[in-house]
């Protein structure tokens, strides 16, 4: 995870030793050094915000995003030659962009620190690698930095204990990858991921965003979980709304079989939603996350993995339906799935999990995406 590695080093050597214990204007409109401006949101609520430098929110955003998250979850896993292979098999199946996820971690639910994991967590150098293997495949570049907890908590339901020295910690954490992210051009960041325990903390986050800005000039989102888009109520601020979309599109238990019909129908309910949230705060929405994995029961719950058995089939047929509902949505700017593997570890079951690879999944995200594209 170069000048940038020196920097992110000290960054990240401040982390470790960190003790454990506004409305942006309306679409147009620029802020700039000058002062505060006032504003009234959506929510009928006005406040101020400034940055220090003029710059116009909302920032208009390339695309199609069209894609997958890539994760890697070792030392040296986004430079391994294998992701070469896999940017460029992207790129074949009708990709425009790759989503990257360094993942930082904290100790327990209630700690009050993230730091990277010696073990578990991409270096500098190698986000920085993977981000030139994607240009050089032709693909756009979004980072999306994650927090996870060592315990496997989720980290929508973290509970730290002290909640300003998270944040604090927080800001350095996503200030680290703002930086490297404005070093390497990337086309989008992604200021935050699921934390849904304390994304109702809007002036906290008001700042948080202000902090990435202040280093990272681009188009920035935050991701927010399917139930946790409500909740969020600092969409101003961003450019886009993003949604981790592991909208549940049938019913456990039922009897009936999902049909590519009714999983459409699913999702053509959901997306009226989307679009609702995209006229309310004039921001368009892009699909951070979405993914199915390739089990009996997918999707009825896609947010999990469960221990039934392998289909291929209904994941194939959730990517179909996917695409059947949303191609030609213009308040829609990316599709981004979950998950690609970069570093698969051998205790992995990928034939349940959500990668599409090799799959029949793989040949529905290609038909999906060159639609999509028109």
Not at 138 to 164: A, F
Not at 171 to 183: G, K, L, R, T, Y
Not at 208 to 235: C, H, K, L, M, S
């Amino acid at each position: 995870m170069i000048a940038v590695g020196v920097v992110g080093g000290v960054l990240a050597l401040t982390v470790l030793n960190t003790d454990e214990d506004a409305n942006a204007p309306e679409p147009g409109a620029a802020l700039g050094s000058t002062g505060a401006t006032a504003t009234t949101g959506p929510t009928g609520v006005t406040s101020s915000s400034t940055l220090d430098y003029a710059q116009v929110i909302p920032q208009p955003i390339d695309g199609p995003l069209l894609g997958v998250n890539l994760t890697a979850y070792t030392r040296d896993g986004y430079s391994q030659p294998s992701v070469r292979q896999a940017m460029m098999t992207l790129a074949e199946l009708g990709s425009t962009a790759v989503t990257l996820v360094p993942t930082w971690y904290m100790k327990s639910a209630n700690a009050n620190r993230i730091a990277p994991d010696t073990e578990k967590s991409p270096s500098d150098e190698s986000l920085v690698a993977a981000i030139g293997m994607a240009r050089s495949a032709g693909l756009l570049v979004v980072i999306k930095p994650h927090v996870d907890v060592i315990d496997d908590t989720y980290r929508g339901d973290i509970q730290p204990t002290d909640r300003e020295a998270w944040f604090r910690s927080y800001e350095q954490f996503i200030d680290h990858f703002a930086s490297i992210s404005a070093s390497n051009g990337v086309e989008l960041f992604v200021a935050g991921t699921e934390l849904k325990s304390l994304s109702s903390e809007t002036d906290r986050w008001r700042e948080v965003i202000r902090t990435v800005r202040d280093r990272y000039t681009g188009p920035v989102t935050y991701a927010a979980n399917w139930d946790e888009t409500d909740q969020v109520q600092f969409w101003d601020e961003l450019d886009a709304i993003g949604v981790d979309a592991y909208y549940p599109l049938s019913q456990e238990g039922s009897g009936e079989a999902p049909t590519l019909k009714s999983l459409t129908d699913a999702w053509r309910n959901i997306a009226d939603q989307l679009r609702a949230k995209s006229e309310q705060w004039s921001r368009p929405v892009i699909l951070t996350e979405v993914g199915y994995p390739s089990q009996v029961g997918a999707t009825a719950k896609p947010y999990e993995v469960t221990d039934q058995p392998v289909d291929q089939g209904i994941q194939a047929l959730a990517y179909h339906a996917t695409f059947n509902a949303l191609s030609g949505s213009d308040w829609l700017r990316g599709i981004s799935w979950w998950s690609w593997r970069a570093d698969p570890s051998p205790e992995e079951n990928l034939d349940i999990d959500y990668t599409p690879e090799d799959k029949k999944a793989q040949g529905e995200l290609a038909r999906g995406q060159w639609i999509f594209e028109g």
